[in-house]
């Protein structure tokens, strides 16, 4: 084993100032561990993260991304969380463990790996051992890194935040990766899954995923479509990953009673709707910020006793990163995975 | 007993509409109990309709107001859930006994007496025996008659939808009944409570009803003040009464994980709020429409057995509604009620 | 239509004074609707109170069983809640609309049909049009009429009470009705079911409806063997419908924070369990006595959106009633049905 | 600084093995703090466990006792949670941060201070910083002491496991440490309590806290009593601290959907109830083991915003344990504490 690695970083924010550079391996201080990585996956987030700061104060050199799954390969002192070998996850949020997020009211933390705290874009990361969950037994590299991020938002909207039931009608926008994990979960929960998209052919994917109803917002008023396909009673459960005024479009195709899931909108936008719809149903609007360490374990669990597959749309090579960014902006039909060759250090 | 009985109500829209009356008294059919009026509290609510019409297809003669105190001194065939002589108060939304609300997504009920069902200003009304339940008591007359919509709303978002607990914090927007409500209630369940209001005079006030501080909006940002106050921790749960780009703000006063209720903003405004926050903080807004009547059945089993009283702004005659409408309009601390003269009919 | 019809009942508590005579067809009061009957399924607890009377002040003659689907053939005054030729089936606690039951707890209620309020094995049921809900649109008629007690039994446990997720664990007892519902229902919200009975042939055919695992408790220590297939971890979730001190056995098997129903165990014997593992394992023990009519109506709408189809052990014509009881204590797989012949009455 | 301390601790178990010994004092490793003891609170749990081991695995020397308020003196590297001088008090199952204890259903943890974890009759204690929460700053030492397992048992079981609503019924049984916790909290979360005990003095005392009523178990039946009070409605909330048989009666003396919460009966003894009453009121029976850290923060803040102050039947010095060991038994009312003098150790 050399002591050097590879890693993307960058040296001030912008995409012009992203490189691959040779570094220093790290060494596991107490309670760490040094984990090789098999692959990352990417979120919208991180080409913001990239190109904007998203307005936290970074230290630089400055490695993107959140989503790792990798392979113990050394542990510090005190640090018998994992084995050597154990295949891992990282956490999105590494503090939160379980209950209730905590920090300031004036200035509300967004503490993430990748942002606040290190990167993942590195053939090995060197984290404290709490920052990790063993990886999901069923899944490949590339399926297990989607769960960290994307996964574990669907999980902890519609099963911690909500409480979806049998039966219940679900409704996700479009089909990026959040998206598609809740029309998954959704449905093996037992709900009935409605797709909003504008796309007929990512419509024809996701009703092969399990979906119930697909519809075209581009041909229709996709609102007044949900009002015909549930005779006027509307949906339970919405993930809303639009914002804006498209909130209150989502409370108009609101149930009573219903519930929405305002997820990842963090341009700092503003998000609308009309208050007599929102008092009138007596609906829901919960701000989702991911999840805790122990709904990630839950998460891992019920993907392997269900067998779900998460849906990745494209791999690249470590070495693609920007071809990987570039893609994200091309409306994905699930996740974009950064997979590491084996050797690659070598090459 | 005459057989006629006089009764505000308006034979189209608008307060030149309104007149007092001369009519029938109505003859209890199946299930039905006739009730002599003792008092009807007023709400803003009233008032928009009575000028506004508040888009429901009202039926003329159209009778205003939901909230009244009286008294059964009649019974149709089958009618057992009342005795002569048993003192009741109206439930705001007849039909919804319990747990959820039902009814169409594409248009929300606003199914409630003195608007969709008929109204209260009147020497007798005559409902199903099911739109009523046992009145408070403790109350006089006139405290009594307040529990129906306003005592019900605070009640049902801090202790149905919401989950207070002794020790969090609450904080309520002005001094009108809701507000007060929720002052009085929370503080009774062990909360420490925040009131907002642009008059010290007002705030004093309610300092001495049990808030434990006062922010004057006008002399400070209230904001701010509430971040001051709490560490920059925030509020645990609020009751928003203003709605519009409002709701922003208190979502920068919310704590993390807190909970926002919006209440009845119904002139179909938009409220919006910046969604980075409301993710962030995972903060929850639920919207609220009064509540069920198994909730107002808790309300008065709790105010007889905390000995709570509800703040009385002014009370009026049964012919002086006019200028109990005009009184609403200048921000009373706590209720308008109308009460009626034992003998009113005889004058 | 002639006026008379068949009915099943007794002048006095014991299956010998159980007779099918004929008597004269209702006619529907105000609010009330006449149905036809086309199946009846039967409980333990039908064969009990025809044998015992459990407890209850029975007024004669007493009609056995409560769970009942017919078709609407009239309707009184005011009974618009259904039309006729619609098809329906019985709530079993009629009163009991949602939320919260009420009740004395010095003698609490055992208000159902086929009880305090009258059964149903008559040609035609005269109720009020309230004790009914839509049947499902997707049963036949003998599984449609399981839905009113056991199914709604199992799914008040384990989503009304309980909140079963995706990925956790169920255990049911038996393969009786509410244990079949239990499991089919459990794996449809992406649960991993446990069986337990002391057929291997019975565990085979659970497997095929879904289970994970099937545990021979007359071959096996069943708790020993659950701590085994969960790497003594447990199981999350317990239909426990054996009762006495097997109640403690099910403390045993289940994990840390889990939850145990307690179904039906109305002969007024005694439960038990040890206290410290109680404690320990901050588990939650639920008495379960069947459920609300909401929680019904979101029953039929789950079996209907899911496809799931009631296992039915065996079906008998309306005259074998007796060799239908009979069967009730042979360890049915699922549930026991009358079925009536279209034209029954004429033969 | 002397580095001698003085500690109670057995070499064995046995109330004849327990002495106080000179022994070394800890310096505090990377991440621990070192404090220097000001009280110790005693449960009966304490007694049990120096006469009988409760089964558990202890390793010899061993210190009883868990609840201990202090001072911290010194701070191992990395050690930053608390600053030199901060009085904080300890949480008695350390691992337990929020949400759900994790573990072996076959045998299920019991992992408190003084137990497999180490104990604090010690002049100093040295743990990890996660071990410990900032004390109330409104108490004084005795008081603070209290809140780590008595308060905290009776905060989590009814505002975490339970919701008690104003206006609901609480009952508690007899004038443990456990029981005026729960009488105290319940009445400031507006709550109706009911104390049962078998001492008029110690019912006269409960209601000068704010019980509304008093049971006297010897002179009456208490359950019958009970519904007598309550108009056969029963209680909504009871803290069962006895246990066995007396579970069932319990249950009888509960209103229909109450909550029943079984606290620390840990001899391994059997609890039983009618199973008949458990179902039909749909009660719901919780084991409670204390609670998580983010609880216990949220009852020191309750503590000091409430202005509520623990009951303390008797404070001991430092060299008193086996007399105060001995009041244990003689039905106290309220909590017994070891109080340190400031010099002890030079004395």
Known sequence: MSSAMMQWSMDAIGRD???LHSVERPVPGPGQVLVRTRAVSL???????????????????????SDLVGTVVASGTGAERFAVGDRVITHFSPHWREGWPSGSAAQPPYNSLGGVYPGVLSEYVCFDQEWFVQ????????????????????????????????????????????????????????????VVSGSDDKLARAMALGAAHGVNRKTQDWVQEVHRLTADAGVDHILETVGGDHLGRS???????????????????????PAAALSLKMATISGVSVGHRRALEDLVTAVDRLGLKPVIDRCFAFDELPQALDHLNQGPFGKIVIELAKDWTSA
């Open 17 to 19: 100032r992203l490189g």
């Open 43 to 65: 979120n919208y987030r991180d080409k913001m993260m990239i190109e904007t700061g998203m307005g936290i104060d970074l230290s630089f050199p400055f490695v993107p991304a």
């Open 135 to 194: 990886a999901s037994a069923t899944l490949d590299d590339a399926q297990a890194s989607t769960l960290s991020c994307a996964g574990l938002t669907a999980w902890f909207a519609l099963f911690e935040l909500g409480r979806v039931k049998p039966g219940q009608r679900v409704l996700v926008h479009g089909t990026g990766g959040v998206a598609l994990f809740g029309l998954q979960l959704a449905k093996a929960a037992g709900a009935e899954v409605f």
């Open 251 to 273: 409370v108009e195709a609101l149930a009573l009673r219903g519930a929405i899931y305002l997820i990842g909108v963090l341009e700092g936008f503003t998000v609308s709707s």
